[in-house]
């Protein structure tokens, strides 16, 4: 599981830049909350051999009683709740104020780790503007620049290490003979789309076996079963509880959980409500998967609860908002009457299978050949393309490099006909897939 970094202060002190640092160009997943100056946002970071999820959270005045500060404010608590560590963004420039003294009093009570960042801090000594800083009893104050980037990896590595232990070896999934573990399957998807309706048809079939009970790491779930000899883990999302011989959800929806559970999965599930439609957060948390590079399978849930005529605007809306996951099949489902869950199965081995399919060399090369064969390049002024030879660059998701001469005038339209041709050949559903294209000159 990664770790959770939570960033808070005043507004302007430097948090979004913070965020934006930490987290590359990526977009950043939001937490949507109608009528918001500013979310809460959530995205991947990495910062020397750390990898962790930063939550960015509006300006945050404790004290406020009404309107949208009362509303920040309720935000940065939920986020300090779900971190692991704080970090508190104060601006060295500003000096200390009012309202750093409220928030450090809040956070002192928090019982989280907190570590205090002095922003703007660039071309500046440690001297008397940093001193004044640990009058907040929050101790020492790390000088950071966001703007230059200075400071930033001593500042992660003191929020992050000693907070989690190595791995042990016997923590890694059981193998099968073939080398492969089970494979890891998270149930995305907002309140009440049927995440554990789902989990507990599923757990309930006489097929399925599951062979551990539930153990909590941290505070997800891992499920391990098998089915039809195959073995599987499921990577709940919503924090479920076990009562009895069934599965309960105890909160509705966790961004964190969320995020968490598609970093360590090999297939995401995106349900969607059938009678709600493609919402927001359904296509965040899709981009949030397509970064993340997994494979995806989608599927429409309460099938049986809509009509005809709905069924065909539901199937198109999901065909246009979520455009940019074309190769995750799409399957209509009904959790509460058992319908559907046979092709369900069978597109969830399947696109873990496409995302580690092996293309030899070979195989490539002679279907990048015939697919210029049937329709080349476009030449660009005295340039046309030529493509030589191509292999595979990597696994999970398939990546093909190809190489030739010219390749910077390869057209997107023309790398998207080569993805489909070798999508086609090679059955690829499922999985996102990448073509980088090398000049041998
Ligand atoms: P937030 O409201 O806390 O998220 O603050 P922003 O990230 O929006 O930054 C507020 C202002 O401070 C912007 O004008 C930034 O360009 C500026 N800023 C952020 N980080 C630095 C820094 O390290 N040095 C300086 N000099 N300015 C910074
Ligand atoms: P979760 O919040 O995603 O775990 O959602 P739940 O599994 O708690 O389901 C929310 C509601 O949707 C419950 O009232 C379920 O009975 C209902 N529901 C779940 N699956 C289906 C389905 O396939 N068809 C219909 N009509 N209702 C369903």
């Given at each position: 599981?990664?770790?959770?970094?939570?960033l808070?202060?005043?507004p302007?002190?430097?948090?979004?830049?913070?965020?934006?640092?930490?987290?590359?160009?990526?977009?950043?997943?939001?937490?949507?909350?109608?009528?918001?100056?500013?979310?809460?946002?959530?995205?991947?970071?990495?910062?020397?051999?750390?990898?962790?999820?930063?939550?960015?959270?509006?300006g945050?005045?404790?004290?406020?009683?009404?309107?949208?500060?009362?509303?920040?404010?309720r935000?940065?608590?939920?986020?300090?709740?779900?971190?692991?560590?704080?970090?508190?963004?104060v601006?060295?420039?500003?000096?200390?104020?009012?309202?750093?003294h409220?928030?450090?009093?809040?956070?002192?009570?928090?019982?989280?780790?907190?570590?205090?960042?002095?922003n703007k801090a660039?071309?500046?000594?440690?001297?008397?503007?940093?001193?004044?800083?640990?009058e907040?009893?929050?101790?020492?104050?790390?000088?950071?620049?966001s703007?230059?980037g200075?400071?930033?990896?001593?500042?992660?590595?003191?929020?992050?290490d000693?907070?989690?232990?190595?791995?042990?070896?016997?923590?890694e999934?059981?193998?099968?003979?073939?080398?492969?573990?089970?494979?890891?399957?998270?149930?995305?998807?907002?309140?009440?789309?049927?995440?554990?309706?789902?989990?507990?048809?599923?757990?309930?079939e006489?097929?399925?076996?599951?062979?551990?009970?539930p153990?909590?790491?941290?505070?997800?779930?891992?499920?391990?079963?098998?089915?039809?000899?195959?073995a599987?883990?499921?990577?709940?999302?919503?924090?479920?509880?076990r009562?009895?011989?069934?599965?309960?959800?105890?909160?509705k929806?966790?961004?964190?959980?969320?995020?968490?559970?598609?970093?360590?999965?090999?297939?995401?599930?995106?349900?969607?409500?059938?009678?709600?439609?493609?919402?927001?957060?359904?296509?965040?948390?899709a981009?949030?998967?397509?970064?993340?590079?997994?494979a995806?399978v989608?599927?429409?849930?309460?099938?049986?609860?809509?009509?005809s005529?709905?069924?065909?605007?539901?199937?198109?809306?999901?065909e246009?908002?979520?455009?940019?996951?074309?190769?995750?099949?799409?399957?209509?489902?009904?959790?509460?009457?058992?319908?559907?869950?046979?092709?369900?199965?069978?597109?969830?081995?399947?696109?873990?299978?496409?995302?580690?399919?092996?293309?030899?060399?070979?195989?490539?090369t002679?279907?990048?050949g015939?697919?210029?064969q049937?329709q080349?390049?476009?030449?660009?002024?005295?340039?046309r393309?030529?493509?030589?030879?191509?292999?595979?660059?990597?696994?999970?998701?398939?990546?093909?490099?190809?190489?030739?001469?010219?390749?910077?005038?390869?057209?997107?339209?023309?790398?998207?006909?080569?993805?489909?041709?070798?999508?086609e050949?090679?059955?690829?559903?499922?999985?996102?897939?990448?073509?980088?294209l090398?000049?041998?000159?």
């Amino acid at each position: 599981m990664k770790p959770v970094i939570a960033l808070v202060g005043r507004p302007n002190v430097g948090k979004s830049t913070l965020f934006n640092r930490l987290t590359g160009t990526r977009d950043a997943i939001v937490a949507d909350y109608a009528g918001l100056t500013r979310d809460r946002h959530y995205g991947d970071a990495r910062q020397g051999r750390h990898e962790f999820i930063a939550i960015d959270t509006g300006g945050f005045e404790p004290d406020c009683t009404s309107g949208i500060f009362q509303e920040m404010a309720r935000q940065t608590r939920q986020a300090v709740a779900e971190a692991d560590a704080v970090i508190f963004v104060v601006d060295v420039r500003a000096g200390l104020s009012a309202q750093d003294h409220d928030i450090a009093r809040f956070l002192r009570t928090a019982n989280k780790r907190v570590l205090l960042a002095a922003n703007k801090a660039e071309g500046m000594k440690d001297g008397p503007q940093l001193a004044e800083f640990y009058e907040l009893g929050i101790g020492e104050p790390h000088p950071i620049s966001s703007a230059h980037g200075q400071g930033i990896r001593s500042l992660i590595e003191a929020a992050l290490d000693d907070l989690f232990p190595e791995l042990d070896e016997d923590d890694e999934p059981p193998r099968d003979e073939n080398g492969r573990g089970p494979t890891r399957l998270a149930i995305a998807g907002r309140p009440n789309v049927g995440k554990s309706t789902l989990i507990n048809t599923w757990l309930g079939e006489e097929r399925l076996v599951a062979f551990d009970l539930p153990g909590t790491t941290r505070d997800a779930i891992h499920v391990p079963f098998e089915r039809d000899g195959k073995a599987y883990e499921l990577i709940d999302t919503a924090g479920l509880r076990r009562k009895g011989k069934v599965f309960e959800a105890i909160e509705k929806f966790s961004v964190v959980k969320t995020l968490q559970a598609i970093a360590d999965a090999n297939v995401v599930l995106l349900l969607i409500d059938a009678t709600e439609g493609v919402s927001d957060q359904d296509a965040h948390i899709a981009g949030y998967a397509l970064d993340a590079g997994r494979a995806v399978v989608i599927a429409i849930n309460k099938w049986d609860a809509i009509d005809s005529y709905q069924r065909e605007l539901l199937q198109r809306s999901v065909e246009q908002r979520l455009a940019f996951l074309r190769f995750a099949p799409v399957l209509h489902i009904s959790a509460k009457r058992r319908q559907g869950l046979g092709p369900l199965w069978k597109a969830i081995d399947d696109s873990w299978a496409s995302a580690t399919r092996k293309m030899p060399t070979p195989v490539l090369t002679r279907i990048l050949g015939e697919a210029v064969q049937y329709q080349q390049p476009k030449r660009v002024g005295a340039y046309r393309p030529k493509l030589r030879y191509a292999h595979q660059g990597g696994q999970n998701p398939p990546v093909v490099v190809i190489h030739g001469n010219a390749v910077e005038h390869v057209t997107e339209v023309y790398k998207r006909y080569l993805e489909g041709r070798i999508r086609e050949h090679f059955k690829l559903v499922g999985t996102p897939m990448r073509i980088e294209l090398k000049s041998s000159h």
